[in-house]
T-cell receptor, first 113, second 114 residues
Framework: KQEVTQIPAALSVPEGENLVLNCSFT??????LQWFRQDPGKGLTSLLL?????REQTSGRLNASLDKSSGRSTLYIAASQPGDSATYLC????????????FGQGTRLTINP | DAGVTQSPTHLIKTRGQHVTLRCSPI?????VSWYQQVLGQGPQFIFQ???????GRGNFPDRFSARQFPNYSSELNVNALLLGDSALYLC?????????????FGPGTRLTVL
């Protein structure tokens, strides 16, 4: 059974800092991994999708890496801004079982002005 | 282009009642999935539908059911509501049945069971 863990559960940093969010998964047989952003009480906004054959993806100030063999992914946010404050979720699309995303519990990020 | 849309936005029900939630996928997307997100946790998979057929089911009781219509929109039905069904219900769509496709989520329906 695929399990996804995100550490830390919460993170608070001053504006302008670069930061890294971590995601680990137990079964390396995946099709892809997605990072999402969720604002309080809202739906999920897809940030980056990394296919299993890829090592990283970049979008603006965001960079996500994937090490499938070790079951790890990181989301790097450069030059953080208060508008980046949200919960960040990673999800894996496993080869085994139904076509579904298995989510971590998220990292709640607060950027202080 | 419109994204995934869901209705209603909020819903309040009492225990034992029935609820129907609706989802319209992105135009051209044929796959719809439903997730339940309890406060403070990540979303949990409920169902996936593709071409009007159920293609996957999560670990939820039979009180939960869904269907997909010819226009690829979908309904999630929950019978005999329990307090524990209070959650944000998210719908996601993707282009096709391929497991490599990116999934796009709607804004969700907030269900409160009293």
């Amino acid at each position: 059974k695929q399990e996804v863990t995100q550490i830390p559960a919460a993170l608070s940093v001053p504006e302008g800092e670069n930061l890294v969010l971590n995601c680990s998964f137990t079964d390396s047989a995946i099709y892809n991994l997605q990072w999402f952003r969720q604002d309080p009480g809202k739906g999920l906004t897809s940030l980056l999708l990394i296919q299993s054959s890829q090592r990283e993806q970049t979008s603006g100030r965001l960079n996500a890496s994937l090490d499938k063999s070790s079951g790890r992914s990181t989301l790097y946010i450069a030059a953080s801004q208060p508008g980046d404050s949200a919960t960040y979720l990673c999800a894996v699309n496993s080869v085994q079982g139904a076509q579904k995303l298995v989510f971590g519990q998220g990292t709640r990020l607060t950027i202080n002005p | 282009d419109a994204g995934v849309t869901q209705s209603p936005t909020h819903l309040i029900k009492t225990r034992g009642q029935h609820v129907t939630l609706r989802c319209s996928p992105i135009s051209g997307h044929k796959s719809v999935s439903w997730y339940q997100q309890v406060l403070g946790q990540g979303p949990q998979f409920i169902f996936q539908y593709y071409e009007k057929e159920e293609r996957g089911r999560g670990n939820f009781p039979d009180r939960f059911s869904a269907r997909q219509f010819p226009n690829y929109s979908s309904e999630l039905n929950v019978n005999a509501l329990l307090l524990g069904d209070s959650a944000l219900y998210l719908c996601a769509s993707s282009l096709a049945r391929s497991r490599n496709n990116e999934q796009f989520f709607g804004p969700g329906t907030r269900l409160t069971v009293l």
